[in-house]
């Protein structure tokens, strides 16, 4: 199939790819013409593992190709889909602007029938807003051809991108059209591995369906942190908690690990939007508004327990004189995405308590040189930033602080103590090294 994706971003990057892996002919179009030079040049400008491989290959097999020239690209394209981002507006609600550009530029520059699938995390009427705004640029030209529009939102994760895509749980298809769902259905044939994962349903429970599958998982998540902090206060461990609930098959084992906090650019923005949606609609989404606001309050917890055990509160900055080495500034781990990260929260609260802070992170130094500048040291060694440090903080759980040098740990801080924000590390271990360890949710 021919098929057209505007942005060339995460969800834009890996849709193009691998849909040109299964053999379809596949133009990348983005606005941002200094990606697009580099894509042409091999140049990847995130870091997901498995991607570079994937675009490199389909390059040079000329099944994917990048553009900024948008007439070409829907021209040569029956199936057009869009990619671009939904930031959060001011008062929360996701932001239409770049979704409704890229179906303007559809409408001004087709010429046969063409099949508009959203991809992009949209609220519930988009295709309705989408539908219109094409319709009203093929009235201005006088012209009177079909199209059609689908919601197809994409659950991939960050740093599991690739796999996610290949390998989908399922994949959302939100339509009217009978014809529409069986060419939907042929161009994801190659994803469906052992059987059938393709659900089609009407457009506006696509669209749902999307925020409904974030909103509950960060649900999960704050009622994770919530019940850790408890755990903290009552002797309980919150690890042997999860393993307890997560064994019923009702539950599950996934997505309950308490951290610093959910990131990253989708569960903050989509439960802001599904909570003004509901506003919107005269509804309160209360169990949604305590999810956004424990999430808050949890990203100051790490930094509060630097502040408790190393601070002095007779001064105006406690943690002047300290020096604070933290592992992890992504949001999560096998990604360089810093946007919404807790990391942020966290390191902001120790500069503004006076503490001097090192960090490492084996892909996200140049985002983070953006959000802090010279304010804080950075080093590609996740020893190098140890020495003489008071604790170490655990901030992101990246693969390689899972099983790290535990006596060199030990001999490069001043006293052997780690704040871990992810649990990495066992108990009765830390206590064999002589670690003073504060995890979340157990007492170390
Ligand atoms: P992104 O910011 O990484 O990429 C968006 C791209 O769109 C940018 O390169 C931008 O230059 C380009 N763009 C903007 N206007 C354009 C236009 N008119 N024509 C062509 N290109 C244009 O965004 P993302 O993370 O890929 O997210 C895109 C959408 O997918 C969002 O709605 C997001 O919520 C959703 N989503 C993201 C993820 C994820 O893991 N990042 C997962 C699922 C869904
Ligand atoms: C999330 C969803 O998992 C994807 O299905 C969805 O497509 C995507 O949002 C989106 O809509 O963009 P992503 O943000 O890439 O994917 O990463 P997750 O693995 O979901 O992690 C999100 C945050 O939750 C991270 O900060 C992570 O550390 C945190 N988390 C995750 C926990 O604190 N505990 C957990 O048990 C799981």
């Not at 051809?145 to 991108?161: I, R």
């Not at 669209?207 to 002797?235: D, W």
Request: hydrophobic content about 40%; aromatic content about 8%; overall charge negative.
């Amino acid at each position: 199939m021919k098929i057209c994706v505007f942005g060339a971003g995460y969800v834009g990057l890996v849709a193009a790819a691998c849909f040109a892996e299964s053999g379809n002919t596949v133009v990348a179009v983005d606005v941002d013409q200094a990606k697009i030079e580099g894509l042409k040049q091999g140049i990847i400008p995130i870091y997901e593992p498995g991607l570079k491989e994937l675009v490199l290959r389909n390059q040079a097999e000329g099944r994917l190709s990048f553009t900024t020239d948008v007439p070409l690209a829907v021209k040569s394209s029956l199936i057009n889909f869009i990619a671009v981002g939904t930031p959060p507006g001011e008062d929360g609600s996701a932001d239409l602007q770049y979704v409704l550009a890229v179906a303007r530029e559809i409408g001004r520059n087709m010429e046969s029938f063409k099949i508009v699938v959203d991809k992009s995390t949209v609220p519930v009427g988009t295709a309705d807003k989408v539908r219109a705004a094409l319709q009203e640029e093929l009235d201005k030209r006088g012209t009177s051809l079909e199209f059609d529009v689908v919601s197809n939102p994409e659950f991939l994760k960050e740093g599991a991108a690739i796999e996610d895509f290949m390998k989908p749980d399922r994949v959302v298809i939100g339509t009217d059209n009978v014809r529409t769902a069986e060419l939907m259905k042929e161009l994801y044939e190659p994803f469906m591995r052992k059987h059938n994962r393709l659900i089609v349903m009407d457009i506006r429970s696509a669209e749902m369906t999307k925020y409904a599958a974030n909103a509950m998982l960060a649900t999960r998540i704050s009622f994770m942190n919530q019940v850790a902090l408890l755990c903290e206060r009552m002797g309980a461990d919150v690890a042997a908690v999860r393993e307890g609930i997560g064994s019923d098959s009702r539950i599950g084992y996934d997505f309950l690990f308490p951290g610093p906090g959910y990131g990253g650019s989708c569960f903050p923005k989509d439960v802001k939007a599904l909570i003004r949606t509901a506003e919107e609609n005269d509804y309160d989404f209360l169990l949604l508004k305590a999810v956004e606001e424990v999430n808050e309050r949890q990203k100051q917890v790490l930094s509060h327990k630097v502040q408790q055990t190393l601070g002095d509160t007779s001064k105006d900055r406690p943690l002047a004189g300290c020096t604070v080495a933290c592992w992890g500034l992504s949001f999560k781990p096998r990604t360089d995405d810093m946007r919404e990260a807790p990391a942020i929260t966290i390191i902001e609260n120790l500069l503004a308590q006076g503490a001097t802070v090192r960090a490492h992170d084996p892909e996200a130094l140049a985002e983070a040189k953006k959000q802090f500048g010279d304010r804080i040291t950075y080093s590609t060694n996740q020893y190098d930033i140890l020495a003489d440090a008071d604790v170490l903080v655990i901030i992101t759980d990246w693969n390689e602080y899972r099983n790290p040098d535990f006596d060199r740990i030990k001999a490069e801080l001043k006293e052997p103590f780690i704040i871990d924000g992810r649990n990495l590390y066992k108990l009765s271990r830390m206590r064999d090294y002589g670690f003073r360890y504060l995890p979340l949710g157990r007492n170390g």
